[in-house]
């Protein structure tokens, strides 16, 4: 009887210290696992993007991969429109254009609006046309979401952090540079995006 008390006492700590073990694991791995979000970096202030992976897989994909590539490091935001939005992702200061990766498909059909504060890609009169470009809404553009007659474009995110660099951007002055109208007069400048 002693000795079946002793192995089932045993086996408790063994259980327990299991337990611990695997509960330790599981927040290390929570803490090195991406959480869905970039973190941008720019010379007037800091902005953090939560992703939508599960309505916009193909975009958001695309958008990390230029992410994880430093691709974004030194682009500016080259378009800002107050009362609408700010685009960036395509330009560096001096107005060159950086080659991309091919485009991507459309997936502006996934639910999601173009209100403010979330961030869409950018395209041109060819749906399926996004390559690099993006741009955060600074207002509600529910104009923009897909429709029947309208393709839209395809909200993958949102502004969890930096309501206030985003204000700030949209204010800036602007002026025509390098052909383009709407481009800040002293550039907006993405130093660094990581994904956190």
């Not at 869409?120 to 979401?145: E, G, K, V």
């Amino acid at each position: 009887m002693k000795i079946k008390k002793l192995v089932l006492k045993r086996s408790g700590i063994v259980v327990g210290i299991i337990i611990v073990i695997v509960a330790a694991a599981a927040a290390l791995l929570s803490l090195r696992t991406p959480k869905g979000e970039v973190f941008m970096q720019t010379n007037v202030g800091n902005i953090t993007l939560q992703l939508y992976s599960d309505k916009a897989p193909i975009t958001v994909q695309n958008f990390e991969n230029y992410v994880k590539d430093g691709f974004y490091d030194g682009t500016v935001f080259h378009r800002v429109v107050k009362g609408f939005v700010i685009q960036g992702g395509g330009f560096m200061s001096n107005g060159t254009q950086k080659p991309t990766s091919p485009p991507i498909s459309l997936e502006s059909n996934n639910g999601l609006s173009n209100v403010q504060y979330t961030i869409a890609m950018a395209r041109t009169s060819d749906p399926n046309s996004a390559t690099s470009q993006f741009f955060i809404n600074t207002a509600d553009n529910s104009f923009l979401d897909y429709n029947p007659q309208n393709p839209g474009y395809a909200v993958f995110g949102k502004v969890v952090s930096g309501f206030d660099t985003v204000d700030k951007i949209e204010n800036v002055p602007v002026a025509t540079k390098y052909g383009m109208q709407d481009w800040p007069i002293s550039n907006i400048i993405i130093e660094k995006m990581n994904i956190i």
